[in-house]
């Protein structure tokens, strides 16, 4: 790794855990269907705090969907729905990037992209989904393969994205190790090697190319990796533990706010 990059990436000597302010959702009591508690138990069993407790999830809500509606619950690391019959999880990062708010299988209600900040406080540095919908042209655009290159996109303290270019470096957990050919993104060997733990499923295809930003966490300034997926956020963090180096954004949390509490 480049040392210009070490050293924006441990400004600060180590963060416990890359997680973000919590939204107030209430509480829930128990798991809105069981197939929801199964999925949600096999999950939390392969990975640490893969959708967060239950103490943190909302209960179970009817949301509109193809002219009726369809129960869901909102855990901090993503969504939980029944459609059709049949546990999914939504596009949510997708949806609070471009604004398309899915409200059937094919149809959706558009609203402007969420200015809930990516990560980190919410008062604090950070950009927000909004602030990636506006740097589309260097972020969400379609990328050419680029093997082995470490982050070239750097948001500064004031949210203006910085493009970087970085010669190619194989074997860090920094640099590109994989290509989404459907979406045409370059996905960080770190994030690669985590969505196959996790399942993609669950995480989705790159929407976004890697980039890293300063971000606010616990009132202390904070500098992470991150991309975005179709269902979630994944973060990187160099000075973690290794089992939290690569974690999951709150997704879930900040969608239900955007959503229900006009984040």
């Not at 416990?16 to 919590?22: G, L, N, R, T």
């Not at 269907?33 to 209960?59: C, K, M, V, Y």
């Amino acid at each position: 790794m480049s040392g210009s990059l070490r050293s924006f990436l441990l400004i600060c000597a180590v963060i416990v855990v890359a997680s973000f302010a919590p939204t107030d959702v209430a509480a829930a009591q128990n798991f809105a269907d069981p197939q929801f508690a199964s999925i949600w138990h096999a999950d939390e069993s392969r990975l640490p705090n893969f959708w967060g407790p239950l103490g943190t999830a909302s209960n179970g809500l009817q949301e509109p969907y193809n002219g009726g509606t369809r129960l869901v619950q909102y855990f901090d690391k993503g969504r939980m729905e029944v459609t059709n019959g049949q546990v999914t999880f939504g596009l949510l990062a997708t949806q609070m990037v471009t604004g398309d708010i899915q409200q059937g299988d094919a149809s959706f209600r558009h609203v402007a992209p969420s200015l809930v900040k990516i990560a980190g406080d919410a008062d604090g540095l950070g950009p927000s989904y909004r602030t990636i919908a506006e740097n589309r042209s260097q972020l969400l655009a379609p990328h050419d393969p680029k093997p082995g290159q470490e982050i070239a996109l750097l948001f500064d303290k004031s949210n203006s994205l910085i493009v970087s270019p970085k010669p190619a470096s194989p074997g860090g957990p920094l640099a590109n190790g994989t290509y989404d050919t459907t979406t045409q993104h370059n996905v960080l060997a770190a994030f690669a090697a985590y969505r196959t733990q996790a399942g993609s499923d669950t995480i989705g295809l790159a929407i976004s190319e890697p980039f890293a930003a300063y971000f606010t966490v616990g009132g202390v300034e904070r500098a992470i990796a991150v991309q975005v997926f179709e269902r979630r956020v994944l973060t990187y963090t160099e000075g973690n533990p290794p089992d939290f180096r690569v974690e999951m954004g709150n997704i879930g949390q900040h969608f239900f706010d955007w959503v229900h509490n006009n984040g």
